[in-house]
């Protein structure tokens, strides 16, 4: 799939993923470790806030978040009619150099292909100011595949796999990272990475 056909499945799924999605699992519980290793009152980008349920209403005021669908920033400013919400592609993140405190990720990055994985990362650091966090999904597996009837429609899924995600951070300028695992929106085990500039 192309990057216009991504955005085209995510307009097509993204209330069923909402509504599928469990609001209280473990990963949005990250966030107050994330928030923990911030500044007081942080500026955050949520990157791929979809409806804004799992991260952006758990975010400080002035939280942007950020989608590829025109569908899922419809159903965040429902959901966080407060927040700043801006259509862009992660790879050219339409965001100031060194003017966000943290980045959140969830579930996002492997919707882009593998190849530009790099990209997203060097974005993430160029935005972050020194010290800066992001805290994103660390997938598993190596893969590039379309899941055909996937929330009822088809969607683009792209790894490098864990160790190559931890190294192309390392690449990007993050120096300290941990990881940690929690419940997933639905309902399965993910691990996260914090990584800090």
């Given at each position: 799939m192309d990057r216009n056909d991504v955005r085209r499945a995510w307009d097509e799924v993204a209330a069923t993923y909402a509504a599928r999605r469990d609001p209280d699992g473990s990963d949005a519980d990250l966030i107050g470790d994330l928030l923990a290793a911030l500044?007081?009152?942080?500026?955050?980008?949520?990157?791929?806030?979809?409806?804004?349920?799992?991260t952006?209403?758990?975010?400080?005021?002035?939280?942007?978040?950020?989608?590829?669908?025109?569908?899922?920033?419809?159903?965040?400013?429902?959901?966080?009619p407060d927040a700043r919400l801006v259509q862009g592609?992660?790879?050219?993140?339409?965001?100031?150099?060194?003017?966000?405190?943290?980045?959140?990720a969830y579930h996002a990055v492997f919707h882009v292909p593998r190849a530009r994985h790099p990209d997203v990362y060097r974005e993430f650091a160029r935005v972050l100011r020194p010290g800066g966090v992001a805290l994103l999904t660390?997938?598993?597996?190596?893969?590039e595949t379309v899941r055909r009837?996937?929330?009822?429609?088809?969607?683009?899924?792209?790894s490098p796999g864990r160790r190559a995600t931890l190294d192309q951070l390392a690449a990007a300028g993050f120096d300290e990272i941990r990881t940690e695992t929690a419940d997933d929106p639905l309902g399965s085990a993910t691990e996260f990475a914090f990584a800090r500039l």
């Amino acid at each position: 799939m192309d990057r216009n056909d991504v955005r085209r499945a995510w307009d097509e799924v993204a209330a069923t993923y909402a509504a599928r999605r469990d609001p209280d699992g473990s990963d949005a519980d990250l966030i107050g470790d994330l928030l923990a290793a911030l500044p007081d009152s942080p500026t955050v980008l949520d990157v791929g806030c979809g409806d804004g349920a799992r991260t952006l209403a758990n975010l400080p005021a002035g939280a942007v978040g950020l989608d590829f669908s025109r569908r899922g920033l419809e159903l965040a400013a429902e959901t966080v009619p407060d927040a700043r919400l801006v259509q862009g592609d992660m790879t050219a993140l339409p965001v100031a150099d060194s003017s966000v405190d943290g980045v959140t990720a969830y579930h996002a990055v492997f919707h882009v292909p593998r190849a530009r994985h790099p990209d997203v990362y060097r974005e993430f650091a160029r935005v972050l100011r020194p010290g800066g966090v992001a805290l994103l999904t660390l997938p598993s597996g190596d893969f590039e595949t379309v899941r055909r009837g996937w929330m009822g429609g088809s969607m683009f899924f792209s790894s490098p796999g864990r160790r190559a995600t931890l190294d192309q951070l390392a690449a990007a300028g993050f120096d300290e990272i941990r990881t940690e695992t929690a419940d997933d929106p639905l309902g399965s085990a993910t691990e996260f990475a914090f990584a800090r500039l």
